[in-house]
């Protein structure tokens, strides 16, 4: 698997920081949503916003090395045009670049929602305990009522919906200023 590793003698210092960037912007504002939504504290908010962020643009820049090496010779070559130069050769390249931007918005809002579901299981004070069974007439009245975790579970997936959809947005006003 890494028989071949070197360091590059050029660094894409300009994908680095946009990345880095791509951080700074998103982390806050999907804090803010977790904190607005889904009532948690600010911290822990920004502890789910950093750790959901984190792995999610690890796993993709993972997934990305190990793709690439598969990637026919032009679709590499305009890759490194835009990485390096920002600029493309070939005018169809934009078009897989937005759909290949929306395969990748819906990729991470599921790695997202996952991560941040196992979080949330994971963290929380109750942990794998096993919940305690309630007389009768309170599961009765729990039926009726709907499911709690059922509503839990879809606030979760529209709160990360609402977050990543914000971040991307963002991202996208940024990149849409610096190409003017």
């Known amino acids: 698997m890494f028989e071949d590793w070197t360091l590059p003698r050029l660094l894409p210092l300009g994908v680095i920081l946009f990345n880095l960037l791509f951080f700074l912007v998103a982390i806050p504002l999907e804090s803010y949503i977790f904190n607005l939504r889904l009532k948690f504290d600010k911290k822990t908010s920004i502890f789910y916003a950093i750790a959901t962020n984190l792995f999610s643009g690890t796993l993709g820049w993972i997934i990305f090395f190990f793709l690439e090496p598969h990637l026919p010779v032009d679709?590499?070559?305009?890759?490194?045009?835009?990485?390096?130069?920002?600029?493309?050769?070939?005018?169809?390249?934009?078009?897989?670049?937005?759909?290949t931007t929306f395969i990748i918005f819906f990729?991470?809002?599921?790695?997202?929602?996952?991560?941040?579901?196992l979080f949330v299981f994971t963290l929380s004070e109750e942990g794998w305990k096993k919940p305690e069974i309630k007389d009768t007439s309170q599961r009765?009245?729990?039926?009726?009522?709907?499911?709690?975790?059922?509503l839990?579970?879809?606030?979760?997936?529209?709160?990360?919906?609402?977050?990543?959809?914000?971040?991307?947005?963002?991202?996208?006003?940024?990149?849409?200023?610096?190409?003017?």
């Open 152 to 180: 839990q579970s879809t606030n979760l997936v529209i709160t990360t919906l609402i977050a990543n959809s914000l971040s991307y947005t963002a991202i996208t006003i940024i990149l849409l200023i610096r190409n003017r």
């Open 140 to 150: 009765r009245l729990w039926r009726r009522g709907g499911s709690g975790i059922r």
């Open 107 to 117: 990729i991470t809002f599921l790695m997202k929602f996952l991560l941040l579901q």
């Open 75 to 99: 679709i590499k070559s305009e890759l490194i045009n835009y990485v390096f130069f920002n600029n493309f050769n070939s005018p169809t390249t934009q078009a897989t670049i937005v759909l």
